[in-house]
């Protein structure tokens, strides 16, 4: 699970795709794209951000959900404790 | 010279899409005549009557189902209508009962929201920033 999530956070992309989560959870593949071309100048494919997101989906980054015909995504940061349990402060 | 006067929509029902879109968004109805099995059935802005109609096509090719579906589920719009205050018309179209897939969002030069328009496809509402 840990190299699953370190490889996640281990490209800008999937940092941004991060971002645009935490600004609003809960967004269509086309509003991810979208974020990614207008906001963060990213002219990855549709086929690429896919991708990034079954990365972050495998660290358990993101989890997808069916709502209707509709397929959102969601931003959960619960492995992210992991990181600071395995090397904490005090 | 070639002009653009007409722009489609595939709809599920060619009744129910004219509802949706001359009471709930706004179109008026600019021509209706029998087609075949169907209508050729269209649609202006009131702002603009003479302007680009746009036609509310039936979805009759099997393949045209599977296209609209697969953009749907990844919240991709058929189109796109410019109007003039995103957040204005998500809150007139959300009291109205519309379905939003993306929330008025500010991409820097433009806002732009994602609706469902009951008839099977996502629709795009952009307004550029002055």
Known sequence: ?90 | MLTINVTAVYVDDQAKALAFYTDVLGFVKKTDVPAGGARWLTVVSPAHPDGVELLLEPTGHPAAKVYKEALVADGIPFTSFAVEDVQAEYERLSAAGVEFTQKPTDLGPVVTAVFDDTCGNLIQIAAEKG
């Open chain 1, 1 to 90: 699970m840990s190299e699953a999530l370190f490889k996640a956070l281990a490209d800008a992309t999937r940092r941004a795709i991060l971002d645009e989560l935490t600004d609003r959870n809960d967004q269509t593949l086309f509003e991810i794209c979208t974020r990614l071309a207008m906001k963060h100048g990213l002219g990855s494919s549709r086929q690429a951000i896919s991708q990034h997101l079954a990365v972050l989906e495998e660290a358990g980054l993101v989890t997808t959900r069916r709502e209707g015909r509709y397929k959102y995504h969601h931003l959960d940061t619960t492995p992210l404790r992991s990181i600071v349990e395995r090397w904490p402060t005090e």
